[in-house]
């Protein structure tokens, strides 16, 4: 079956370090999106991709970048992790059109220390 | 700009009917997206509503009045798993993405 993972599922790193999630999805869909979940902000959109070597900043981009080399990934990387990047990270994709569902990966929760 | 919003909380009964309400304003809007998010798992699609109207699933229903800038999630026969968040979400003409509202923690009680 199809799916959409993410790894780590848990990371604790130190405030300055380089981090990167991994999110790698089967179903070849075009559109790949990350998102942080904090508590009274909902999801918001950190960076997307509608396609291979397209990626595009979300509405809290700063601090995070994300690259799309193949239809099936789209690692998230924290070039210099801060406490105010703690959060949970879900990756999701959808197929093509603004019509289509997102499919929503497990999630990371990191924490910076 | 964006905007959305949902109640924070709300408590219903194992058995009831229970309605969501959500706002927004959006620039662009194209369509309303609902989402159900249990504690600690990935939010998963519930329904998807572009034209006015009811669009029926099962016990969930979803409503949208593009006019009044306005939808609801209408859940029917509550039962204790039905215990979730639920996340309304807009899309846009012209993009791809979702800007989401903060969710509404929805509370099942015997």
Known sequence: ???????????????????????????????????????????????????????NKGEVSDGYSVSRSNTEDLPLTLESAASSQTSVYFCASSENSRDDEQYFGPGTRLTVT | GQNIDQPTEMTATEGAIVQINCTYQTSGFNGLFWYQQHAGEA?????????????????FSSFLSRSKGYSYLLLKELQMKDSASYLCAASQTGANNLFFGTGTRLTVIP
């Open chain 2, 43 to 59: 939010p998963t699609f519930l329904s998807y509503n572009v034209l006015d109207g009811l669009e029926e699933k099962g016990r």
């Open chain 1, 1 to 55: 079956d199809a799916e959409i993972t993410q790894s780590p599922r848990h990371k604790i790193t130190e405030t300055g370090r380089q981090v990167t999630l991994a999110c790698h999805q089967t179903w070849n869909h075009n559109n790949m999106f990350w998102y942080r979940q904090d508590l009274g902000h909902g999801l918001r959109l950190i960076h997307y991709s509608y396609g291979v070597q397209d990626t």
